[in-house]
């Protein structure tokens, strides 16, 4: 079992040990809820007050030219791709990922419809990220389809000729299981569906080969793995053998062609300019941006490969202390082991004291959180996220031995922490 | 006619001459182009870097309790409805105007639907700002409507039996021609059509009674004369009477009753959070409350009432300076002189040189901005806005004086005010 004294090393000789200095962090805390909200930049401060002071009060509507807000949701799209595994000009950053998943779910069953009428089923996850279920469900509504929801193991035989549609989140919000996205585009497309895949876990957190692996559509959130702040705006993926046939309804000006001729009639732009709405929070977005730019500065030390390397070293190292010294306490790992199958976080359950756990946790500066259940099959989660950039091995040791005086001591059975509240 | 004295006497006499004073303005500038983007609040980079440092950077994920950010759609949309007329928990500020739109007028045809299922008309002015057009346009090609657009002479004749929903922008952004609200949803509701409003061109720029003037749905925007920084979410009302039927397919988890349940099923909440989708731009939220803020700073000097007063007098300056001190220039006042038709700018045309005069003044630090005509009866426009708050009677003489002199020296006719660009 790995010591206190094994951790300190392993943090010695990180190779991205430096890139924690990049992040901001506040003292007496172990932040293990990046996956919800990532760390803010050190940088994000000073570029977001010159977004506000320099372009929005000196330069005003001028900015929109002269500070390249015009630009942004492609230039920072672009940025997006080279973590994502898809071309320049293919991914744009814009609006939220409900709104996005809206988008493309919309276009994928358009195209779908152009050659199979017949099939009127969108299957997904019944553990899938519930809006993206509500969204679903709406535009199911909206269509006339039906949302089929299974369980992982149903996916082979329930992509039968019904479907129209596989609408799935690589990794699970709640398990932080993964699916092998090239496996599931091609089961997926020999069934004669189109794949729409949710990166809301996976961009950012493991390396993803969008196009090479032969996604259809893709969306992803700015806010988590990407460091881009709170409610930072999402991201939108078409392959480029659907571009040209991407329609949505959220037809606004900035999706048209020549949206400063005011023409009464819409005419969508090509590229990815066709997958935007309307006008961008800029100040958001400036954050997003400078999440994304910290993120690209591991590029030199092996980009998104070292810092899976890293996540799989924190997630094993996690699971081994949880097991070796918070044993007995009745934790189960829920995450799966094999590496080919997890994300970057380790979601563990109880069967009972799950949320007041995380909150006793988080009293202790110990900062993960907690994912309702539904049901035995999906029991009530502890989730912690481990962001390679900024969490360290040491950390990793310090935030189970919290964990195990929480549990020791009873702690967590305080009525404090026993109270509702809310978290994202 | 009014002298450079008399403007500097309106100034001194001005009772919101100090609200100027909650802006920062760039030295040597005029800005008349808050009806694009309005002024950045002086209490703006404050807050902003408040919200990134104190909060994202060392409350990190808790701060969506502790700093409010769960309550901001509902706190902001509270405040928002005091500018236009409505009631507290009935206005939401959410997303952006085009999104929007698009909920709201999903909400209206289903409800349109439930009563009078034979009328398949959406019907709008060919003149609306054209994401309206697209918007709509998108939603009757996706429920099998038709679009219907008139001049808004035709209004009266136009609105039959097939009409489900009328949508309008109360301003005109081109013309700055304001719609009667109270007079045409009776005569829309007589028709048997509900009335979608958008109010990008009058929240925060002249009064507005939504409830009082029996409006069925509204949105609006934040980031023009409710100075909530470039891109900043918009807000949707919705009448009580309609809001236990609102349905819309952006149907994200922000809007479910019980978002942190994870359920698989939707069920919209009650009251305002129906209308939400997802997790919203904080950075931009928060800018968009500092604008809002300070626009409710002049309650206690008599409010919208007080700042259409002085609106009325800036634009009556403007228009009495342009045609005494810019006759014989070929400029023509499109905007209505009867003050019950005008909103808060002042739109001149001319046959030729708009876009290359403005861009002529704005080298002099007089910012407006220009919008492309289509045809004849929509000539290319000269837009000013006068945002009360900022905007005193001495900028007016000082931006009609810088007019008159790009035309009586025709530089507005050298080729660096004549290459084509984008303006928002």
């Known amino acids: 079992m790995h010591t206190l004294q094994d951790c300190q090393g392993l943090d010695a000789q990180d190779p991205l040990r430096a890139l924690r200095d990049l992040f901001t962090l506040p003292d007496g805390v172990i ?6 909200l ?19 009060g ?46 493309v779910l919309s276009a994928a069953l358009t195209i779908a419809h152009e050659t199979s009428p017949e099939r009127r089923v969108v299957l997904s996850e019944r553990s899938n990220f519930p809006t993206d279920l509500y969204i679903a469900e709406a535009l199911c509504k909206e269509r006339g389809y039906t949302l089929r929801l ?21 990794v699970n919000y709640r398990t932080g299981a993964m699916h092998p996205m090239s496996q599931v585009n091609a089961i997926a497309h020999a069934a004669g569906a189109l794949t729409v895949w949710d990166l809301a876990h996976s961009a950012g957190a493991v390396p993803v080969a969008l196009k090479a692996d032969g996604a259809d559509f893709a969306i992803g959130c700015g806010y988590k793995y990407l ?8 991201f939108v993926w078409v392959h480029p053998r659907h571009a040209e046939r991407f329609w949505q309804p959220l037809a606004g000006w900035w999706g048209h062609a020549t949206p400063f001729d005011f023409t009464p009639d819409y005419r969508p732009a090509p590229g990815t300019q066709r997958y935007l709405c309307g006008t961008q929070p800029i100040l958001s977005m400036v954050g997003l941006e400078v999440g994304v ?17 890293k996540s799989l070293a924190l997630t094993d190292l996690f699971i081994e202390l949880v097991e070796a010294r918070c044993g007995g306490h009745g934790l189960s790992v829920v995450t799966p082991r094999d590496h080919a199958r997890r994300g970057s976080q380790v979601s563990l359950s109880r069967q009972d004291g799950a949320y007041a756990i ?3 946790l988080i009293a202790r500066g110990v900062i993960g959180d ?49 109270q509702a509240h809310a978290v994202t």
Do not use: C
């Open 31 to 36: 932040y293990l809820d990046g996956n919800s």
């Open 293 to 309: 730019d910290t993120l690209l500065a591991a590029e030199p030390l092996g980009g998104m490969a070292a810092l899976r390397s």
């Open 358 to 360: 995380v909150q006793a």
């Open 150 to 170: 299974i369980e992982p193991e149903e996916l082979v035989t329930a992509l039968d000729q019904q479907v129209a549609v596989l609408m799935l989140t690589q």
């Open 227 to 234: 460091n881009g702040g709170p409610g930072a705006p999402a």
């Open 58 to 103: 000196q330069q005003l509507i001028r900015a929109w030219n002269t500070a390249g807000w015009f630009d942004m949701p492609q230039r920072i799209g672009n940025k997006i791709a080279r973590l994502v595994g898809a071309g320049a000009g293919e991914l744009v950053a814009t609006d939220g990922t409900s709104v996005n998943l809206f988008k």
């Open 370 to 418: 907690y994912r309702k259940g539904s049901g035995p099959r999906h029991p009530d989660i502890l989730r912690f996220g481990f962001t390679p950039l900024y969490v360290g091995f040491e950390d990793v040791w310090n935030a189970v031995e919290h964990l195990r005086q929480v549990l020791l001591s009873g702690e967590w059975q305080r009525p404090e922490f026993n």
């Open 38 to 56: 990532g760390a803010m930049p050190a940088a994000a401060p000073a570029r977001i007050a010159q977004a506000t002071t320099a372009e929005w």
